[in-house]
């Protein structure tokens, strides 16, 4: 299983704008651990190369995501834990988070 399109746009969003370099790291070597669809968003786990050096980072607001599957557009959140990359948490600002999105613009909130 590999990341989607917009799991991928996401990623590279984040690495561009972050100043932490582990976290950079880690987000270039991360893969797929599992997804989880809920309605209403979807939870993105991520498995981590144990030799990598922690992050600093425990949690950043993602961008606004702009589709025309998403009534009122939705949002992301990465989560780390323990100095790892760990969730990319999907929402939607409306009733619900399709499970695939292929259409999107990514915006600063």
Known sequence: MNFDGLERAILRWIRERTKD???KAQLVKAELG??????AGRYTTFLVPSE???????????PRIDS??????GGCILWCADGRVDTLEFFANGDSFP???????LKTR
Do not use: Y
Request: one cysteine or more; glycine letters at 10%.
């Open 21 to 23: 370099a582990q976290l």
């Open 99 to 105: 499970e695939l999105i292929e259409e999107f613009q």
């Open 52 to 62: 990598m050096t922690e992050c600093k980072t425990e949690k950043i607001d993602g």
């Open 34 to 39: 599992s997804r989880e669809h809920t309605g």
């Open 68 to 73: 025309p599957v998403l009534e009122s557009g």
